[in-house]
């Protein structure tokens, strides 16, 4: 039984160090739309969706998010800042790190955003990201590993590009292909690990557009600070459908809910709910993530914290 959980234990580090930066997205209220957010991308998690959203930012915010994986596991963590320059455009930077429990595996990504409005219903963006792994050197399974005797960390850089179009009132269409350049990011000399390109297609609408078609007053409130989001993205041989919706009750309190559906080499359905807590320039959101599929009876909760100034 040992020698199966070592033998377990080793081939689980191998695939980590060939699979590294999975799509996990940031940030509690964009999974609360089910991470439907590249046509939407307004907040600290903006750049991580679509950097041109930045463009349309226009407050300074400052975002934190902690989230814990497969039971604890994995803890993904990551820091945003967002800077509105003026004509300049809006800059941005973030530092994500993300690691398995017992300390073996890290990854860090640091991201650094820049985004301009060419109008009030356009904007471009792009992103500059650094990629690191690294696995514990003085840990016993990575030294009896004949697959780490070359190193024991890697890095690389990579480009993402997005854009971000109002058409109409309350109708946004966003486009983001994140990793246009190859990253390996491989421990072994002999092998590649490239970072998948990820290519996010979005539309969003806010329903205050019709909310003076709704004879009901007290309804036509609600739907005023209503939207939804729809999206549809494509990444290592997999597809992916995201739609979410969020209400604000009051001018403090905020639902969501959000579905989306993973197809192609690997299945995964996820059904999500949050919710937040505005208090001045202070935001707090937190979602709750059902994973089905390849990843049965998984469930995930996820805390940020916004600061908006």
């Known amino acids: ?22 799509d996990y997205s940031i940030g509690a209220r964009p999974l609360g739309f089910g991470g439907a957010f590249v046509a939407l991308a307004d907040d600290g998690n903006a750049a991580s969706y679509n950097a041109a959203g930045l463009g349309f930012i226009e407050q300074s915010q400052f975002s934190v998010t902690r989230m814990q994986r497969f039971r604890g596991l994995v803890n993904h963590n990551q820091v945003s800042a967002i800077v509105p ?19 073996i595996y890290k990854e860090q ?33 990575i030294q009896e590993n ?32 994140e990793n246009l350049l190859p990253a390996d990011i491989a421990i072994s000399n002999s092998q590649q690990d490239i970072v998948p ?3 996010r297609i979005g539309v969003g609408y806010k329903l205050g557009g019709i909310n003076t078609l709704i004879q009901q007053e007290s ?8 939207q939804g989001q729809v999206e549809i993205a494509f990444r290592d041989g997999n597809s ?17 809910a959000g579905y989306a559906l993973k197809s192609g080499v690997n299945s995964v359905t996820t059904m999500a709910l949050g919710t937040s807590l ?30 908006i100034f």
């Open 146 to 177: 004949p697959y780490f005797q070359e190193k024991q960390s890697a890095s690389a850089v990579s480009m993402d590009i997005g854009v971000m179009a109002k058409l109409i009132t309350g109708l946004s269409v966003g486009l983001s292909v």
């Open 219 to 226: 309804l036509r409130g609600l739907l005023a600070s209503g």
């Open 240 to 256: 992916h459908l995201r739609v979410g919706a969020e209400i604000w009750a009051s001018e403090s309190v905020a639902f969501r």
């Open 1 to 22: 039984m040992i020698k199966w959980k070592v033998y377990l234990l080793l081939t689980c580090i191998t695939q980590l160090a060939l699979a590294g930066f999975n």
């Open 197 to 199: 390109r990820n290519v």
């Open 85 to 103: 320059a003026g004509s300049v455009g809006t800059i941005g930077t973030s530092i994500g790190i993300l690691g398995e429990k017992n300390g």
């Open 109 to 141: 990504l640091i991201t650094v955003s820049y985004s301009k409005s060419l109008s009030q219903k356009f904007a471009l963006g792009s992103n500059l990201r650094s990629f690191t792994t690294n696995f514990d050197q003085e840990h016993e399974s």
């Open 278 to 307: 505005k208090f001045s320039m202070v935001r707090l959101d937190y979602v709750f993530q059902v994973l089905s599929g390849d990843m049965k009876n998984n469930a995930v909760q996820l805390y940020s914290l916004n600061l």
